[in-house]
Each structure stands twice: as C-alpha cells, then as structure tokens.
C-alpha cells in the first residue's frame, strides 16, 4: 500500500499500555508511524511547564518529532474505564503539547470518554480514521486488526516484561527468548504503566531487579474483581481508575502471594502522592503487612547508584523473609 | 458532641454563627499560624497540596482540644481535593484522634443526600429539639454573615489601592469582620454592617490615585485563604493596586447549588467558554475558570492577572503552561506563584513589587 504519511507518536504516559493497539491502526490504514527515541539525557527533558516528570516527558517526545511527522497523535483521555476516569492532567495534555510544538503542527487530539452511555473505544477511532480520510469500512477492519494484534500481545505481556529488555518491549516483531531458568523472588512492581517501563523515568529499574533474581509481577494479572475486592470497602470511592488498580494490587499483593512489592512513582505525580500516604497509613492502622514494601519515588536525578543500593537491600530483606518463612 | 471545622478566609465567622444560633456546641480550631501547617506536614506526603495540609493542621488542632465531629464539605473527582476526606479520615485514625465526620454534599443528588443520612444517624440522637428547630434560622444567620463578611472584603479591596495610611484598611476590615462575628441577633448584625461599611468608606483616602486593576484567578483555597497565600490580596492592594476575584463562597455555594441561572453564577459559564480557545476540554477544579477568567479580564482592560495554585496542583499546573502562553497572545502580564509550605512570605512580597513596577513600566510605556 502506497504511503499517506507520518504519524507521530510520543513515547510517553499510555504509550506504555496501548503502543501496539494504535500503532497498528495507523499502519492498516496505509500510514506510517513514527515514535520518538526517548531523552536518555537530562538536558534533553524540555520543562514547558512544572508538572510531573511523565508530563514533562511527553512534552520532550512531542518536540523531538514535531518536524518529521505529519500529524502527532495525542488522544485526549478522559476516561478509559467505564466508571472511573484518568488523571485530570491528561484531559489538557493534547493543548499543552500544541502550545509547547508552537507550531502548526497537526495533533490528533481525539476523546476517549468511555464513561458514557453508548460510547466505546471503536467510535473513537472511527473518527480519528475519519480525520485521516479512511472510510468506515477502512477504519472498522483497522481498528479490529488493531485488537486482534493488542490481544495477542496482551497474552505474551507477562512473558515479554521478564524476558525482553524494557526498551525491547513494545517492539511487537521482536520475538520472546526461549524462557531462562525461574528467578528466586516473585516481586510485586506496582505503578501507572509509564513508571514502570519508560527507561527514562525508572533509569531501567526492571533490568536491575532482574540481574538481582527477581521475577517481575505486575498488576495485569490481577482481574477487575481482586482489584475492586481490595477498595469496595473504602469510606470512599477513589475515582481514577489508575489510582484504583494501584491502592487494589497494592493491597492484594501485600496481603501474601508474593515475596516482596515494590511501588513506583514518580515526583509531582497528585494521584500518587496523595494515595501514597494513604496505602502507607492505612496499612499501620490495619498492623502492618509481612510482605516487604519498598517505595521509589523517580524525578529528573539520573544517578543509578542509590536506586542498585536500596533495590539490593531489598533483596536482601526479601531473601531474608524467604528464609525465615521456611 | 463538638463540632469543629476548618478555617478557608473568613469562613469560621459563619460557620460559628450556625453552630451558635442553632446551639450546637463547636470548637472553632485556632487560627492557622506556623504551627497548624507543620503539624499538617508533618502528617501528610509533600506533593500533596498546601490546602490538604492546612485543613488537615486545623483538624488535628481542633480535635486535639476537644472536638470530636469533622464537618467538612464533600467534593467530587477529578481533582484530589475529592478524596481528601478519605486520606484525612485514615491519618487521623493512625494518629490516634478520635473524630466522627459529617459530609455536606457537594451537589445535591439523592445518593448524597443518602450518605448524609446515615453519616448523621448517631450524631442527630445527640441534638437537642432546639437544636434541630433552630437550625434553619442558623443557616440564614450564618448566610447572611457570609454576605455581610463578603460585602465587606470586597469594599475593602476597593479602597485599600487609596488608603494614605498604609495598613489601615486592613485594620479597620478587621475590626468590622469582629462586629460581624460578634452580633448574636439579626438587629445587631444589622447594625454591624451599618456601622462596617462607612469605617471602610469614611478612612482617609487619596481620591486622585488611578491604581492598577488585576484579577486574582487560580485554585480556589489558595485564592480564597490569606494564609495559604500569605495576603497576597492585601500586599497587592497596599501596593497600589485594585484586586478583583471572583472567588466567594456565595459564587461556589450558588454553583454546587445549581443556581447557575443567577447572573454571579453565570460569570463563571462565560469565563469558561473563553477558555475555550486554548483548552478542548473541562480539565476541573478552577483550571479552564482561571484561563477564561485571565482572556476576558484582559479584554476588559484590566492591567494584570496574578495567578495563585498550590505546589503540585493538578489541574492549575495545566493552567499555568498555558496561562503563560494567554499572557504572550494578549499581551497582559500574568504572574504565577505557587505556595507551599515554605517560608515565602519575604518573596511573594518582592515579588509583588516587581510586579506593579512592571506594570508602571508598561503603562509608561504605552
């Protein structure tokens, strides 16, 4: 199929959750897409405005690709869950970038509100395909390509986090190494999904935490119904649905079934700060957990040094535990 | 049963007036100072917002000297100011503080109403017949307090710019609010703004003095609270200058009421429109208010627009990248101050300066 043109996609915020979906739909229908290498380096990080350390990052990405592309794809996403919405922070992110591009630069800024009634994910992107001159018919067979192809990553996820390198890991034609053999610790790494697999935010935390033995666990193993056990009983609903799956897998994950859990963050980040105290208080007033729990927080420091310090402490209050247990 | 709740501007004066003429016992916690914000620090997580922090100090204060019911007003997602209760509840559990907490719905619905309800099972076994007779009248007292408190702030920032002493409205606002405070009666409180407004309007002015106008916008705590904000309102308004906001409880109050048809309320629709330009969707809290609010003002000629959040603000971080591109389209000066709980007293005020010079220097300039 002949070419139409570049789109832009910043490695940034759910970048790291739906790469393969969107990517995918953009290809079917005849375009190229273009993704952003990342900053690597602090000087690179562009500080248009003061806000978190994701946000600033996709300001970076956004500015890295806005001379290569044709239009850059920024989804507006209010809500993707059918009750709980995303940070407030992301229903701007499409305006904020455009100003940050200052240029003329065509950004794809599509809502995603799946909280309404009659709403679904497909007629969103039925008319991002319309913004780009598919037909209906083109963009319905698109879209279900691109779930079939999402699915199927999906499948291989847990595989493809312990076995591929996290810059390896939303390349969708690299293929799973055969399985190495089973690493000591079961380790609970909990945390928005651009916490826990952009490079430049975590300085590589997973691969670090694997050259320790740990095997990594994250909450997509966990379905809807764990996660909702663990927060039902709230004297209050937390309404971001990331803020739900994170005080939910937290919860669970402390209460046993793994060797140790790790949460992520990163500086700025509201939804983390506030939920934060409340896991940390909330788990005192209930006497504690038996499960080792480390908190990092990442901001623009790019030194490792003190991250492999505490990550093999950790370990070794993990392996401690694991052999005090039997 | 004592009632306690947290201090915002001048909202202590009619919240006591409700719990007083409806005879419900509060305690009313001590005025925010130093103090009130480190015990709130010290409880809290630093990227949390100032405002988590001082209503969370006010709680532990209150509670501390014998309060035991937490009335606090409810709100909604998407920002975190809606899930404040549900961290402050588990805070001062694991501090040991015994409270019970009473939400006032934020939007009337049934299923707020509800909540209400059994939130207030066992405490209204605790109030009295006159109590609950009474509580109507309450209400209208301590509205009109607010109003009276409101009228009077607001002829106050009007005349601070022309005061020849400085300091002295300030003074005399002060002492005005503490008549109002103290009428028990509507009569007395009659007479308090009666004698309130012309204490303002009859101190020596410089008539000839054309001050600068700009607009406060930003997080509502912060704009509404001289404490979080260390006076910025007062400091401005010494400095020459005339603030206008459009922050008031009565604006907040009319809106979650739905009043919105009422011409203050409807303000707020057309800042929102404006906002528009630069902002495709309802980011919430005060975020596409303040930028809206920043576009209209500098078409109304206004010369500058002072733009207060909380350090780490949610939805006034996305304000402020794109206040700073409104104040290069419109050409109006817009200055952000993020506050925290650092010591900063000192530089808001050189910062102000700098500001108004600014301002004369444009002026000149035109």
């Known amino acids: 199929m002949e070419e139409k043109g570049r789109i832009g996609i910043p490695r940034a915020l759910m970048f790291y959750r739906y790469l393969p979906l969107w990517r995918t739909f953009f290809e079917r229908l005849g375009w190229r897409v273009m993704i952003s290498d990342g900053a690597r380096q602090k000087e690179k990080i562009i500080y248009f405005e003061d806000s978190c350390l994701p946000m600033k990052l996709l300001v970076t990405h956004a500015v890295q690709l806005k001379d290569k592309v044709d239009h850059l794809f920024i989804p507006r996403l209010v809500s993707i869950h059918r009750t709980y919405i995303m940070c407030p922070k992301f229903r701007g992110a499409p305006d904020i970038v455009r100003i940050a591009t200052e240029g003329n630069l065509s950004v794809i800024d599509e809502m995603v509100d799946l909280r309404e ?30 779930e079939k192809s999402f699915s199927k990553f999906q499948k291989d996820w847990v595989d493809r986090v312990n076995q591929l390198p996290a810059a390896k890991l939303f390349e969708t034609d690299v293929p799973l190494p055969p399985v190495r053999r089973k690493a000591p610790f079961r380790v609970a790494f909990i945390g928005h999904p651009y916490n826990l697999f952009d490079i430049d935010i ?29 927060v039902s009983d709230l004297s209050k609903e937390i309404y971001w649905s990331s803020g739900r799956e994170i005080v939910g897998s937290l919860f669970h994950f402390l209460s046993g079934g793994v060797d140790g859990v790790i949460f992520l963050t990163s500086f700025k980040c509201g939804i983390d700060a506030l939920l934060q105290e409340f896991i940390k208080r909330r788990l005192k007033v209930r006497g504690g957990s ?33 052999t005090d247990n039997t | 049963m004592k009632v306690t709740f947290p201090h915002l501007g001048s909202m202590h004066i009619f919240c006591k007036a409700i719990a007083e003429t409806a005879g419900i016992p509060y305690i009313l916690p001590p005025e925010t100072s130093r103090k009130t914000l480190t015990l709130g620090v010290l409880h809290s997580n630093e990227c949390i917002c100032l405002p988590f922090k001082m209503i969370l100090g006010n709680f532990i204060e209150a509670l501390q000297m014998g309060a035991d019911t937490i009335v606090m007003v409810g709100s909604g997602p998407p920002c975190r100011l809606g899930l404040y209760d549900l961290v402050q509840k588990v805070i001062l559990e694991d501090m040991g503080l015994h409270y019970r907490w009473l939400t006032i719905p934020p939007r009337l619905s049934w299923k707020a109403l509800w909540k209400n309800h059994e939130e207030t099972k066992e405490l209204r076994k605790e109030l009295s017949a006159k109590n609950v007779l009474f509580f109507p009248y309450g209400l209208w007292m301590g509205w009109k307090k607010m109003m009276a408190c409101e009228a009077l702030e607001k002829l106050a920032m009007k005349v601070r710019p022309m005061e020849l002493k400085k ?41 000839s003095r054309i001050p600068f106008r700009v607009a406060i916008v930003g997080e509502l705590y912060t704009v509404m609270d001289p404490h979080i904000n260390r006076g910025v309102e007062q400091k401005l308004g010494e400095l020459g200058v005339e603030v206008t906001r459009t922050s008031w409880f009565s604006n907040h109050i009319l809106r979650s009421l739905r009043k919105n048809k009422a011409d203050r309320a409807s303000e707020r629709v057309r800042f929102f429109e404006a906002s528009k330009a630069y902002l495709g969707y309802d980011v919430g809290a005060e975020c596409n208010i303040s930028i809206g609010e920043a576009i209209l003002r500098s078409e109304e000629g206004y010369d500058g627009i002072v733009h207060l959040m909380p350090f780490a603000c949610m939805p006034e971080t996305t304000a402020s990248g794109i206040l700073t591109k409104v104040g290069r389209d419109r050409d109006i000066p817009i200055l952000t101050i ?29």
């Open chain 1, 117 to 146: 009634r009659g709403t679904s994910l497909f007629q969103s992107f039925l008319k991002i395909g319309e913004k780009l001159g598919a037909s209906t018919q083109e963009s319905k067979r698109a879209f279900r390509e691109a």
């Open chain 2, 167 to 207: 300091g002295e409205t300030q003074k005399r606002l002060k002492k005005a609010l503490s008549w109002v405070d103290e009428a028990k009666t509507p009569k007395a409180l009659e007479e308090a703004i009666r004698e309130g407004k012309p204490l303002l309007q009859k101190m020596e002015q410089d008539h």
């Open chain 1, 290 to 322: 038996s499960v080792p729990f480390l908190i990092l927080s990442f901001d623009e420091h790019t030194g490792r040094e003190g991250l492999t310090t505490r990550l093999e402490a950790f370990r070794d209050v993990v392996e401690q535990g694991k």
């Open chain 2, 338 to 366: 993020i506050l925290d709980e650092q010591e900063i007293e000192g530089r808001i005020q050189t910062l102000l300066e700098a500001f108004v010079e600014m301002l004369e220097w444009k002026k000149r300039a035109a």
């Open chain 1, 202 to 230: 975590n300085k590589d935390l997973l691969a670090l935490a694997k050259s320790l033995g740990m095997e990594i666990i994250t909450a997509d193993l966990l379905s809807e119904k764990e996660i909702n056990r663990e």
